[in-house]
């Protein structure tokens, strides 16, 4: 007789394990599954983010950070002596970060009682899911009153640079170079391209990214993107837009051809990182008596609870619509397992941060000017720059500038934009303010410390209405 749950979780990454978690606190029997192994052939629950992904892309953006600082910054600080390059030590420091994060998803779930199965799994009709071993014993069944479809996204495939594995990666590959590429092309300048471009530029790579779109970062805001375009730009990264790869061809390196809007180019690189985006991870993840209704691009179709087309099945994460973002699903799988428990529960999407982690980094959270205009609300804008900021300048950085979208009726807040040093944590209290329907005066009225990065935002709020303080220069609303 096959095993009887209240929720099956398939998937531990970021949106399964908290899924699983919550839905255990929440008094149900739960399982997940998850097929995820380390290079000891060790479960290593936290999916891609957590494995190949958000983590170790920070421990090396975090790392080369600190070199290229050294080199460039310290003299200024009083501070001399010569810091070399050790990789390996820096590669094993991402590792260490990773193993101990996975031992700590381990001990969550163990701790909340959920029974953890280092499987791959498939969905079968009536919330019967098959287990098969990722060790090769038998497979087997288990029952589930609910079953929680959490598995992820993969790299997209370009045919005109298929992956080997050595010259031609995707970006987990491009976490682990065992030396440091002379010559590195990169085919994609979203976020993880000019991530992973950051931390090999860093170390020091010749890095060039190859953008099929003519527009930098088309989802941010134009004005913090055509910022972030020239900070980077005189960083050494070599972004080059409108360039769409036609051919790539394996010798000593690798070469590509693209076209751009001034014809045919080719450039030989040493080593090539493909990162176009992500797909959802759909493949086998039912078997056909149980039909889920599938959009266009693999992700499963689910309503604003998540819930599929089949009763009692949910899909969360970037298996589903909406950003593939890690915190986006992690959200989604407390909804879904309150919902479950019986409970009133929601996401909000309008206040869904988005951060890339490359210096400055850039962060947003709402609609962006483009998008106001084109939906005809009035609006206001106040900005205020890093320049003006004491604690900018002791950091040493004053690169960047954040700005503030308000409805010029209501004064509710609509959209926040920045560049600049430590945006990832200065945008939440964006999205708290957001999420609570404040107001730029809200904004303007809070007291925030100084020195502190967090002025900016402040003098932002008050620019909304012509009252920032050390912007230069004075209006009356």
């Known amino acids: 007789m096959a095993d009887q749950f209240d929720v099956v979780v398939i998937g531990a990454g970021p949106a399964g394990y908290v899924a699983a978690i ?17 290079e000891k052939g060790q479960p290593a629950p936290g999916g891609t983010c957590l494995n190949v992904g958000c983590i170790p892309s920070k421990a090396l953006l975090e790392s080369s950070e600190l070199l290229e600082r050294s080199r460039e910054e310290f003299s200024d600080h009083g501070l001399s002596g010569k810091v070399t390059l050790d990789l390996s030590a820096m590669l094993a420091r991402k590792r260490r970060i990773v193993r101990g994060l996975n031992q700590g998803v381990t001990s969550l779930l163990k701790s909340n009682d959920v029974k953890m199965i280092s499987a791959r799994a498939c969905l079968h009709s009536g919330r019967r899911v098959e287990v098969m071993p990722v060790d090769g014993a038998e497979h087997y069944f288990i029952d589930s009153e609910n079953v929680i479809l959490a598995t992820g996204s993969r790299p997209v495939d370009l045919a005109v640079a298929p992956l080997d594995g050595e010259q031609i990666v995707d970006s987990a590959a491009a976490l682990s170079f065992s030396e440091v590429p002379q010559r590195l092309g990169i085919i994609g300048a979203g976020v993880i391209g000019l991530e992973l471009g950051s931390v090999w530029r860093r170390l020091g790579s010749d890095v060039v990214l190859l953008e099929a779109q003519d527009e930098f970062l088309a989802m941010a805001d134009s004005q913090i993107a055509n910022d972030g375009l020239r900070f980077f730009t005189e960083q050494g990264l070599d972004i080059r837009l409108g360039a769409r790869v036609t051919s790539t061809t394996r010798d000593d390196g690798v070469i590509v051809d693209y076209q751009d809007a001034d014809g045919t180019h080719q450039e030989r690189f040493d080593r090539l990182i493909v990162a176009v985006g992500r797909e959802a991870n759909s493949d086998h993840l039912f078997a056909s008596d149980c039909p889920l209704a599938m959009g266009r691009r693999g992700q499963v179709i689910v309503d604003d609870h998540c819930r599929t087309n089949q009763p009692g099945v949910y899909a969360i994460g970037d298996l589903v619509r909406g950003p593939m973002l890690a915190h986006k699903g992690s959200e989604e799988g407390i909804m879904v397992a309150e919902v479950i ?9 309008e206040t869904i941060p988005s951060v890339l982690y490359t210096q400055p980094e850039i962060a947003w959270v709402g609609k ?29 950085d004053t690169r960047g500038l954040v700005k503030i979208l308000a409805d010029v009726h209501t004064d509710r807040i609509l959209g926040v934009h920045m560049i600049g040093n430590h945006c990832s944590e200065l945008i939440a209290e964006a999205v708290i303010a957001m999420q609570f329907q404040g107001s730029s005066e809200d904004l303007a009225m809070t007291v925030f410390a100084h020195p502190s990065l967090s002025e900016v935002l402040h003098e932002a709020a008050m620019d909304v209405n012509g009252l920032a303080i050390h912007k230069g220069r004075s209006r009356r609303p």
Do not use: H
């Open 22 to 38: 919550r839905s255990a606190q929440l008094g149900l029997k739960t399982a997940c599954i998850d097929d995820w192994l380390d």
């Open 341 to 349: 428990a019986g409970k009133q529960a929601w996401v909000d999407y």
């Open 368 to 396: 962006n000017e483009a998008q106001l205009k084109a939906a005809g609300t009035d609006f206001r804008v106040g900005s205020f720059p890093y320049a003006a900021s004491g604690r900018a300048m002791a950091m040493g």
